[in-house]
């Protein structure tokens, strides 16, 4: 079980510039108990669809038929998708994969080499292209809508190519859709051209998908656990669901960062994991802190404009590049460290140059003593300087603990959301750039926004360089 230690975000620890009083939080716990209430209301009437994925059985049996069906013959997996779509199963694969897992011979994999290109840029998707192997290369294709720019240029690249190379019938059984389960333009090419497909609940936002299809298969494909994973992340919903605030992970995450946030100024939220195997977790928290909670208006229509900016860190890598402001600059920071108490594979320092007082002392002791022992001296750096922190402890990195991790982040953003009163489940400013996009793509119906971006003033040459 995770636990999630608070008391280096508390004025008892790191002092009152930085730190939470207990009057602050006790007051601030009552109103996350009572948000809490209204969203376990909610999903009581289906629309907190998330909450309840952990407990999916049937698109959980399609996503296993599948994958050992196609595990055998598959070479090489590219997941097609961006944002959540490419996020979250790029997270559990880092996770819970070995490192360097594509390097790694077939016959020490438990699976197809795996790819997230989750871009567009010309240059890095045609070198993906180049260095794949079509004998038997699959394509899952991930889009809620059907209709995302970004996936749906990729796949009409890679179905041109594939149907050059292996023809029509054969580039059908090579691509695999998770779409939307009634809707859009993928969901269409499943009934019209007989697609393998898997289904994205209708209440699920991508951000919130790592435990549907979207996750799962690109997870099971690789031979990681997804029975686990939900597991884990079950136990979770089950603390999740108590009203009592101190039982309740993510409703201590989610107030105490309220506070932090709104009190403290600190509107920036820095996740920092101290594993190599978690810095995608940190990568797919950022869209789901950012995307939920950077709103500028409230459910109410007024003008709001809050939300905590999530930035990524690597312990111990940014200890030398970023922990100097963390520790000296703006106070604008909370700390969201990740610990890990049993590593997977360890290795011994070699008492070598035992003579030298610089050197020799780090003889005897183990990796990860050194990675543990750098995680602490931060944590405990920051309280010195009045700078606060939290930290997720995670006995050891399996399925089941990333389950429940991934489960906690999400219920504290729909909680936060709540506090905050706005909309933690939608994305207008994203939908401004992408009908910006569209017109000036060309795509009928979004001619306003073609015409918006040409009558903008033309750039003023004394200020280009």
């Keep these: ?30 109103k996350a108990q009572e948000r809490h209430r209204w969203l376990m209301e909610l999903r009581d009437r289906g629309k907190l669809a998330f909450f309840d994925l ?46 360097f897992y594509n390097l790694l011979g077939r016959g020490e994999r438990n699976g197809p080499r795996i790819f997230f290109p989750d871009n567009v840029d010309p240059e890095g998707f045609a070198g993906l292209l180049h260095i794949l192997d079509w004998s038997g290369v699959y394509f899952n294709v991930i889009s809620k809508s059907g209709s995302t720019a970004e996936t749906i240029s990729q796949y009409l690249i890679v179905r041109g190519m594939l ?69 884990g992340a079950r136990e979770m919903a089950v603390r999740c669901r108590d009203e009592r605030f101190w039982e309740n992970p993510a409703m201590v995450h989610a107030a105490t960062h309220y506070l932090m946030a709104t009190e403290k100024g600190r509107n920036i939220c820095v996740m920092m994991p101290y594993s190599d195997a978690l810095y995608d977790v940190a990568d797919w928290f950022r869209q789901l802190w950012a995307e ?58 070699p008492g070598l140059h035992g003579d030298v007082e ?7 002791h183990r990796l990860s003593e050194l990675i543990q022992a750098e995680g602490a001296a931060t944590e405990i750096a920051l309280a010195n300087r009045g700078r606060p922190s939290c930290t997720f402890l995670l006995p050891q990195i399996d399925p089941k603990s990333v389950g429940e991790l991934l489960f906690l982040l999400e219920y504290s953003t729909a909680i936060s959301g ?29 001619e306003e926004k073609r015409k918006e971006v040409e009558e903008r003033p033309s750039v003023n040459p004394k200020y280009v360089v």
Excluded: W
């Excluded at 610089?358 to 005897?364: D, T």
């Design 292 to 349: 939920s909670l950077g709103k500028r208006f409230d459910t109410q229509g007024r003008e709001v404009e809050v939300g905590q900016t999530p930035v990524k860190a690597l312990g111990t890598t940014d200890q030398h590049s970023q922990v100097q402001l963390y520790l000296e600059g703006p106070h604008d920071k909370v700390i969201d460290f990740i610990r890990v108490e049993r590593y997977r594979e360890d290795l011994e320092i």
């Design 418 to 446: 709540a506090l905050y009163r706005i909309n933690p489940f939608d994305q207008p400013g994203v939908e401004e750039g992408k009908h910006l996009t569209y017109g000036i793509m060309g795509r009928a119906g979004y």
């Design 54 to 99: 952990p407990e999916q059985r049937e698109e959980l049996e399609k996503v296993m038929e599948l994958a050992q069906r196609l595990r055998p013959q598959c070479t090489d997996l590219v997941v097609l998708g961006i944002g959540g779509s490419s996020l979250g199963p790029k997270a559990l694969h880092s996770a819970l994969n070995p490192p």
């Design 163 to 231: 149907e050059e190379r292996l023809g029509r019938e054969e580039a059908v059984r090579r691509l695999i859709l998770t779409t939307d389960p009634e809707k859009g333009f993928l969901r269409e090419l499943i009934r019209s051209e007989g697609f393998q497909g898997l289904e994205i609940p209708p209440g699920v936002g991508g951000r919130f998908s790592v435990l549907t299809p979207v996750g799962l298969f690109p997870a099971a494909m690789t031979g990681i656990s997804v029975e686990e994973v939900l597991e």
């Design 1 to 30: 079980m995770i636990r999630l230690d608070v008391h280096n975000l508390m004025a008892e620890s790191i002092g009152p510039r930085g730190g939470l009083t207990e009057e602050s939080l006790d007051r601030c716990s009552r």
């Design 358 to 364: 610089s050197v020799g002392y780090l003889g005897g």
